[in-house]
């Protein structure tokens, strides 16, 4: 990247710089902060910084409260800000109680800048002092720099701030360090005491420094882990008494990272997927609690089984993956859902039964714009109450499914900007009546008992059809071409598993170059589908013969002479491939030799299942 571009990035941070020079005392500036230490951590895209501060009381009149802020830039990518009382000493201190943590205005304080009040944990008279930390979430501040990539790139990111703590208050002795994923660093502002160590930099010790006191730095690296972003996530929570919680999660995905700029080669992706697509992401991690149970995936197009799951007593892991890399800018919709063990996720206290389970995306490093969580209850349940650890909005709504008369009540929470962090448990308190809960069966049971009565006077009735009469046997012939028909449909499927298989086989080939167990697998298939096409030709030859069945075999016949296309294509496509394999042909060549297959293979696949799904519906 050229001088000029670096020049730009430090330009914006500047005015920050000097808006604030002319504050130089308010707030309650009896505080003062003896030591601050912070730590910057890059490694992920959702940026969290840790400072641990020493605060004391220098002036005569108590202090109850200290002020934080961050510039507005920052501040409008916070996520989440919390603060600790720390009262172990040296190495051995652990994280203490969370402390209070309001939004706090002042005219004393400069435009340009967002505060927060912390309240500590006892009044501060004079002399006194105690350890805090505040730990601020930044999420999607990571600036992709350049704006846009090409597939084969790296790619880079800008994130900025000050080498001083932005603070009200006048800071003795202060050091920082910025943690990077890798020692990869394209720039970052030096300073008086400023090192860069592997993946690490550090600033300071810096001295006495006055409140507002700011140094911008600027760090430019590179950051080629998933920058996953959900626009909206919409996670529905259904309780049911029978035992149960099913949890079922919407996902509106995107790569928040570098616009891919150019054009996309699959193939190239496939042969080489770290230096051809470096930037993008395969694959995503959900971790799910350890008795997780009917796990399903899907998206816009159908189920997935591509993803894998693992697990043991303490977790369930469950990777995810779409069925196309995403680079940056690119969207993904897709579903997953999961049963929980009700007993696990139930409770009961003061008359009141409650939920205690988990808020947030069960999926890594996952920011999300829009969070909507909705817990479904049973029907019957009343005088619902919530209580979630952090602020967001609520309301309640009512779903009616079947069995239900009057709907379950829903309670729908909404939370924007939730990070890892907003993981936390909520409850949701409700009373229910047990009454309530034998509704669905007693419903059950009226409905099976009413069809009892029915089925006798059925019985009683004589609606006999002569076997020999001509509806019998219409409905005979019919019973026949139905089954006809699934047959002819299974060896469909069938075929298009082993359709499934060969491409898979590339996808394999790509991976592994055993051009060998690329040839095996196509003897295999080829000799497979040979088979089916010859279990084929007498069902057509039933089903044209048959009074009833002409009607369909046109629909039927089309089937099997698109699928015998999509075959021949899809061995001239494997037939390609492994050739240019052989040949060593660059992934472009091959690629422009597959292109024109690919896209009948493409349209041969949609009309198979078109029609598929017309025979279904017969
Ligand atoms: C998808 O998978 C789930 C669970 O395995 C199953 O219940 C459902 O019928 C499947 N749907 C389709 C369209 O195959
Ligand atoms: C909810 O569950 C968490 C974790 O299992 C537990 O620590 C917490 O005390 C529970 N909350 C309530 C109100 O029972």
Redesign the pocket.
């Known amino acids: 990247m050229g001088i000029g571009s670096k020049m730009k990035l430090d330009l914006g941070l500047l005015f920050i710089l000097f808006s604030f020079a002319f504050f130089s005392s308010l707030v309650s500036s009896d505080l003062i902060l003896s030591k601050v230490d912070r730590r910057i951590d890059l490694t992920s895209h959702i940026v969290r910084i840790t400072s641990t501060l020493k605060v004391e009381n220098d002036g005569n009149d108590e202090v109850s409260e200290l002020v934080i802020t961050f510039p507005d830039q920052q501040a409008k990518h916070l996520a989440l800000v919390s603060a600790y009382h720390n009262e172990g000493r040296g190495k051995t201190k652990s994280r203490g109680a969370s402390l209070p943590v309001k939004p706090f205005q002042s005219v004393e304080m400069p435009q340009s800048l967002t505060s927060y009040s912390v309240s500590l944990p006892k009044k501060l008279s004079k002399g006194e002092g105690l350890n805090l930390e505040v730990l601020a979430v930044f999420a999607q501040i990571l600036k992709p720099f350049p704006e846009q990539v090409s597939q084969g790139d790296f790619q880079l990111v800008v994130f900025q701030d000050s080498a001083y703590i932005l603070s009200p208050y006048a800071v003795k002795v202060q050091t920082l360090s910025v943690k990077l994923p890798d020692a990869r660093i394209e720039s970052y502002t030096k300073l008086e005491n400023s090192k860069a160590q592997g993946s690490e930099i550090k600033y300071g010790p810096y001295e006495n420094k006055s409140p507002f006191s700011y140094s911008p730095i600027v760090v430019h690296y590179e950051y080629n882990k998933p920058y996953t972003v959900a626009q909206k996530l919409v996670r529905e929570i259904e309780i049911s008494h029978w035992g149960n919680v099913q949890i079922t999660e919407h996902y509106n995905l995107v790569h928040g990272g570098a616009i891919l700029k150019g054009e996309f080669s699959r193939l190239d992706y496939q042969m080489s997927p770290h230096t051809k697509g470096a930037s993008a992401f395969g694959w995503l991690v959900a971790k799910l609690p350890p008795r997780t149970h009917?796990?399903?995936y899907?998206d816009e197009i159908?189920?997935i089984s591509t993803s894998n799951l693992w697990g043991n007593s303490i977790k369930t892991e469950l990777a995810i993956e779409p069925r196309f890399p995403l680079f940056g800018g690119w969207k993904t919709f897709f579903t997953f859902g999961y049963g929980l063990p009700l007993m696990e996720y139930l409770f009961e206290a003061e008359g009141k039964r409650f939920v205690n389970i988990s808020f947030g995306s069960p999926i890594d490093e996952l920011v999300v714009n829009e969070l909507i969580v909705k817990v479904v209850l049973p029907e019957g349940s009343t005088d619902l109450s919530v209580s979630v650890p952090f602020e967001v909005e609520q309301w309640q709504e009512t779903k009616v499914s079947h069995l239900d008369i009057s709907g379950r009540p829903v309670i729908v929470l909404r939370k924007v900007n939730a990070v890892p962090e907003h993981n936390q448990n909520f409850q949701v308190y409700y009373k229910f009546n047990c009454l309530s809960l034998l509704r669905e069966p007693l419903m059950l049971i009226l409905g099976f008992f009413s069809l009892f009565v029915a089925c006798i006077a059925y019985s009683h009735a004589d609606f006999s059809i002569s076997k020999s009469s001509t509806s019998y046997l219409a409905k005979l012939q019919w019973d026949e071409v139905q089954t006809t028909i699934q047959q002819l449909e299974n060896i469909i499927n069938r075929c298009l598993t082993i359709h499934d298989k060969l491409e898979a086989s590339l996808r394999e080939l790509s991976r592994t170059g055993n051009v060998q167990a690329c040839k095996t697998a196509r003897k295999t298939s080829d000799s497979l589908l040979k088979e089916f096409s010859k279990e084929l030709k007498p069902l057509l030859i039933s089903l044209q013969s048959s009074p009833q069945g002409a009607q369909i075999f046109p629909k039927a016949e089309e089937l099997v002479t698109k699928e015998r296309e999509l075959q021949e294509r899809l061995i001239s496509k494997h037939s390609i491939v492994v050739d240019s394999y052989e040949k060593k042909l660059s992934g472009r060549d091959t690629e422009n030799r597959v292109a024109p297959h690919q896209q009948k293979i493409t349209a041969l696949r949609k009309e198979v299942d078109d029609l598929l799904e017309y025979l279904d519906e017969i």
Do not use: E, L, Q, T
């Open positions: 009917s796990i399903y899907r159908g189920n």
